[in-house]
């Protein structure tokens, strides 16, 4: 019996000890589990908390750049007047990234004006319009004028077209398509429209004058099939289109016959006269003239033409009018005159004549004087040392970006084109 009894109690004992022993190891589980649990949990914050740091450190820099781009943004559009909506024109520029077409731009957006750029890029480029991009009134397409081009404008100025020697001849068939088909797919816009046409045309219609200096109603001395005819008989059978438009459809058209034009933004490899001099002043290149240098030019400062542009679209002269400067000077003597003004050291190469390269050219600007109140103002030597400046800057900014030159225009040599332009 005391046997009995005392195995009951050791088996009791045994019982509450396992029980005991049970619970014991389901909390040590438990707190096993838990404590993995909450390890992983902190491994894995930690983990995330490091990716996040990763992440900030590739965004930081990125947020920053794209708060200075904002401010850029949002700030430095040179002034703009405002127009009432009555004054405010819908304005076309083909051509509009070049040379003469961007500085055309300024005016017309610091007018107040809505500005439309087309451009293919064929010699221009966005950075001569880059400060207006973004601007509400302001746009740009890329386009090529060979193509019809569907818009709602009120004044078109006609400006595309490769104007120097070394680009217009480039790809001959080209210019005349872009003269030709250009010039009626913008004709054909204008008259859809109703809006009026601007064309520039240029001197090169008068090809190697007989007379001097060149007044409208010369009818010119052309080779029709001269290396420069593509760009010259482009422009004379444009400015036909141009008055068959305007007889047979009532369109409004404009024609300015525009000289030797130079100034910032003009193409530092185009070959011309002033281009070539500045950029071997600048080199310490010999600076090339080509013949004797007695042949003359007539230079005039951009801000010049582009007011003369823009006092004959809002005229009612629809008959041609010359814009240039008629301060005539030989080739020579821009050539020390450019040497003198950059201080270089350079010497005067004379190479062989080309072929059709005008002997003189001088505008008769009577008629702009006359019909629009126009006269070029800017001094040739003021003109000269902006342009001096504008070269030096591109320089330096094709040193330290090194600047690769666009494909097409990079194959003409850099100041040897063979004509004193
Ligand atoms: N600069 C001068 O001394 C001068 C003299 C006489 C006439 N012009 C005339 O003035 C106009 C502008 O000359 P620039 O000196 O500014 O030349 P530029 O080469 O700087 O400008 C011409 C512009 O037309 C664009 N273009 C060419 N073909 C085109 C096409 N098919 N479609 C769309 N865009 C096209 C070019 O990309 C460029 O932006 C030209 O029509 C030129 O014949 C200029």
């Known amino acids: 019996m005391m046997k009995k009894r005392m195995v009951w109690l050791i088996t009791g004992i045994n019982r509450r000890m396992m029980k005991l022993l049970i619970a014991l190891a389901l909390i040590a589980y438990v707190a096993s ?22 992440i900030e450190e590739v965004i930081a820099p990125l947020r920053e750049k794209i708060r200075d781009l904002e401010v850029s943004f949002t700030q430095k559009y040179p002034p703009v007047k405002f127009l009432s909506e009555k004054d405010r024109k819908r304005i076309l520029i083909t051509g509009g990234a070049g040379f003469v077409g961007s500085h055309l731009a300024d ?14 890029f064929f010699t221009g480029r966005k950075r001569n319009v880059e400060h207006w991009i973004g601007h509400e009134n302001f746009e740009l397409i890329n386009h090529d004028v060979v193509e019809p081009l569907y818009i709602e404008v009120d004044q078109i100025y006609h400006l595309a077209s490769p104007a120097s020697p070394p680009n217009y001849m480039y790809n001959p068939i080209k210019t005349l398509k872009t003269n030709t088909i250009g010039t009626l797919n913008m004709l054909g816009l204008a008259k859809r429209v109703g809006a009026r046409l601007l064309l520039a045309s240029t001197s090169e219609v008068y090809g ?8 409208e109603d010369y009818w010119g001395h052309v080779n029709p099939i001269g290396p420069r005819a593509c760009y010259d008989e482009g422009k004379r059978v444009a400015e036909t289109m141009c008055y068959a438009y305007m007889k047979q459809e009532g369109v409004e058209v404009r024609v300015a016959r525009i000289f030797n034009t130079f100034g910032p933004r003009m ?47 809002n005229s009612n002269v629809s008959s041609p009018v010359n814009l240039g400067n008629p301060e005539e000077h030989t080739i020579l003597e821009f050539a020390k005159l450019i040497k003198n003004l950059v201080g270089s050291r350079s010497q005067i190469q004379f190479l062989q004549e080309a072929q059709d390269d005008p002997q003189r050219r001088k505008p008769d600007i ?5 019909l629009l109140g126009w006269d070029p103002v800017v001094p040739l030597e003021e003109g000269l040392n902006k342009t001096i400046h504008y070269f030096g800057r591109e320089l330096e900014y094709q040193a330290n970006n090194q600047y690769i030159p666009k494909p097409k225009p990079a194959r003409i040599k850099k100041g040897r084109s063979r004509h004193n332009l």
Do not use: C
């Open 33 to 54: 589990v838990w404590g993995t649990y909450a390890n992983m949990r902190s491994l894995q914050e930690n983990g995330e908390l490091k990716i996040e740091k990763k």
């Open 366 to 370: 009577r008629k702009a004087k006359m």
């Open 267 to 313: 193409h530092m490899n185009d070959g011309r006269v002033v281009s070539n001099f500045i950029l071997q002043a600048l080199q310490g290149e010999a600076l090339t003239v080509y013949g004797t240098g007695s042949q003359t030019r007539a230079f005039q400062y951009v801000s010049d033409l582009v007011n003369g542009l823009v006092a004959l679209m």
């Open 208 to 215: 190697d004058p007989e007379v001097h200096p060149q007044s």
């Open 107 to 120: 005016k017309l957006m610091m007018d107040g004006h809505e500005v439309t750029v087309v451009d293919n």
